[in-house]
């Protein structure tokens, strides 16, 4: 039962580098997200993407960019790193709104540090 | 501008005493309310949900409670047991716009 898979676990960055994180899901989920967590807050929507093909912004999508090319992968790109975006960053998916049993599931995050 | 605020960062329960833990929203339209829980090293896992049509939702030792006119959402567990020691998340949304706004967290201890 693998269910939502994110690597790296661990990851320090210079100012300026690029990286991506990776993010893979076995349940055949059509939704597909990515939060960050920053220290003493909640998570919030970076970008979502409600199937192959189609991604959209969420809260905060400045420095980021997403794809979907599958429907098990939805990696993040970071361009051009910056400390804000030192953050514990969580992948998640979901299967069709079902109304009231909608719920996300997350991978096990990762933690980005830029110096 | 913080929709969904839990005003408590920690909580301290004895070992088989009731957790209660709080939210509040600001945004009357949301119409689907969910607690997650979060160890060390993990990602958040659901706990239990409610919708806007119910005030009271129970699932074994868990239950939630929605007061729609304070805009308030809490969580009672009873009896508290030690591997209850967690983050715990609110989150609110809209049925079928599969986002969600996150609270920042309640870190809840249980002590033997």
């Known amino acids: 039962n693998a269910g939502v898979t994110q690597t790296p676990k661990f990851r320090i960055l210079k100012i300026g580098q690029s990286m991506t994180l990776q993010c893979a899901q076995d349940?055949?989920?059509?939704?597909m997200y990515w939060y960050r967590q920053d220290p003493g807050m909640g998570l919030k929507l970076i970008y979502y993407?409600?199937?192959?093909?189609?991604?959209d912004k969420g809260e905060v999508p400045n420095g980021y960019n997403v794809s979907r090319s599958t429907t098990e992968d939805f990696p993040l790109r970071l361009e051009l790193a910056a400390p804000s975006q030192t953050s514990v960053y969580f992948c998640?998916?979901?299967?069709?709104?079902?109304?009231?049993?909608?719920?996300?599931?997350f991978g096990s995050g990762t933690q980005l540090s830029v110096l | 501008d913080q929709q969904v605020k839990q005003n408590s960062p920690s909580l301290s329960v004895q070992e088989g005493r009731i957790s209660i833990l709080n939210c509040d929203y600001t945004n009357s339209m949301f119409d689907y309310f969910l607690w997650y829980k979060k160890y060390p090293a993990e990602g958040p896992t659901f706990l239990i949900s409610i919708s806007s049509i119910k005030d009271k939702n129970e699932d074994g030792r868990f239950t939630v409670f929605l007061n729609k006119s304070a805009k308030h959402l809490s969580l009672h567990i009873v009896p508290s047991q030690p591997g209850d020691s967690a983050v715990y998340f609110c989150?609110?949304?809209?049925?079928?716009?599969?986002?969600?706004?996150f609270g920042q967290g309640t870190r809840l201890t249980i002590n033997p």
């Open positions: 998640a998916s979901s299967p069709p709104a079902t109304g009231v049993n909608e719920k996300l599931f």
């Open positions: 349940m055949n989920h059509n939704y």
């Open positions: 989150a609110e949304g809209f049925q079928g716009a599969q986002k969600l706004v």
């Open positions: 993407s409600v199937g192959a093909g189609i991604t």
